[in-house]
């Protein structure tokens, strides 16, 4: 009687352990339904695909940049005006958009002129005789004035072709938010909301940082626009060169004031010029 009792209390648990095995499995085995939620049976429906992501980025909407390619991503589009330029953040009293220069060319080396003007002081020399008579031809000393343009001369400026594109669908929030410091251009009279516009980079041309230097520091020259930009002279030195002209008095006292042959330099800067590179001003903004 008591053995019988042991094996019946033994399968009993066999049982128990069994249904729990059982449950178990059903939960490993369940299906997802077209709503999302677990197969409940056959009022459950099919297997289902779930959301699907948002595509897009978080970058604000007006914003322009620029891609190594020919072709905007998704939710970017081809920022005409910016072809052929550099962009520039602008000042607090420039609008933005309006460019300064003629765009560039597929690689084109723009060159730029100079106008130079010099003068030079024409010594004296005089004579024995009397001025007059068949002496004619023979210059007084005097200033003399010239004026000439320079050859054109490439600016020099290295620079690499990017695509520019402008941000045209509103931002898509990710796990992350953007980070701050981050700058961008904007083709906008105002920045975004979280953006302001920074102080330092107004009106200079951007450089990425030298190994090892500070960042946010200015150098050269005062802020560009689209109405004042950058120029530059250079160094000169003119030589005039007089011929001489035969006359039949001998050198000497006292007929005066005649030009000297000779050669004569003049030390003079070109009149500035500016170096032709087209750029395009834009705001700029920074993250906070």
């Given at each position: 009687?008591l053995e019988?009792?042991t094996?019946h209390v033994?399968l009993f648990?066999?049982?128990?352990?069994?249904?729990?095995?059982?449950?178990?499995?059903?939960?490993?085995t369940?299906?997802t339904?077209?709503s999302?939620?677990?197969?409940g049976g056959?009022?459950g429906?099919?297997?289902?695909t779930g959301?699907?992501?948002?595509?897009g980025?978080a970058?604000?909407?007006?914003a322009?940049?620029?891609f190594?390619?020919?072709v905007?991503?998704?939710?970017w589009?081809?920022?005409a005006p910016g072809?052929?330029?550099?962009?520039?953040?602008t000042t607090?009293d420039t609008?933005g958009?309006?460019?300064y220069?003629?765009?560039l060319?597929s690689?084109?080396?723009?060159?730029?002129t100079?106008?130079?003007?010099?003068?030079?002081v024409?010594g004296s020399?005089?004579y024995?005789?009397?001025a007059g008579?068949?002496n004619?031809?023979v210059?007084?000393?005097?200033?003399v004035?010239m004026a000439?343009?320079?050859?054109p001369a490439?600016?020099?400026l290295?620079?690499v072709?990017l695509m520019?594109c402008?941000k045209?669908d509103?931002?898509?929030?990710?796990?992350?938010?953007?980070p701050?410091h981050m700058?961008?251009?904007?083709?906008?009279?105002?920045?975004?909301?979280?953006?302001?516009q920074?102080?330092?980079?107004q009106?200079?041309?951007?450089?990425g940082?030298?190994?090892g230097a500070?960042a946010?520091q200015?150098?050269?020259?005062q802020p560009?626009?689209?109405?004042?930009?950058?120029t530059?002279?250079?160094g000169n030195?003119?030589?005039?060169?007089?011929?001489?002209?035969?006359?039949?008095l001998?050198?000497?006292c006292?007929a005066?004031?005649?030009a000297?042959?000779g050669?004569?330099?003049?030390?003079?800067?070109t009149?500035p010029?500016?170096?032709?590179?087209?750029?395009?001003?834009?705001?700029s903004?920074?993250k906070q």
């Open positions: 009687m019988a009792l094996r033994v648990a066999l049982t128990v352990v069994s249904a729990a095995a059982c449950a178990t499995g059903s939960l490993v369940a299906t339904s077209s999302g939620g677990r197969d056959a009022a429906g099919g297997k289902g959301g699907s992501a948002p595509t980025d970058i604000p909407q007006d322009v940049s620029f190594n390619g020919t905007c991503p998704a939710g589009a081809a920022y072809a052929g330029f550099s962009l520039v953040p607090p609008a958009g309006v460019p220069g003629a765009p060319a690689g084109e080396d723009r060159t730029h100079h106008t130079l003007s010099a003068t030079f024409i020399t005089s024995v005789g009397v008579g068949n004619d031809g210059a007084a000393q005097s200033s004035t000439t343009l320079s050859s490439s600016t020099g290295p620079y072709q520019t402008k045209t509103p931002p898509v929030p990710g796990p992350a938010p953007l701050p700058q961008m251009f904007f083709d906008a009279v105002a920045c975004p909301p979280g953006w302001i920074p102080t330092t980079t009106g200079r041309f951007l450089v940082l030298p190994q500070t946010d200015t150098f050269g020259g560009v626009t689209s109405t004042t930009a950058p530059h002279t250079h030195t003119a030589t005039l060169v007089t011929t001489s002209h035969g006359i039949a001998a050198g000497g006292c005066g004031g005649y000297a042959a050669t004569y330099t003049a030390m003079q800067d009149d010029s500016a170096v032709g590179f087209p750029f395009l001003p834009l705001l903004c920074e």
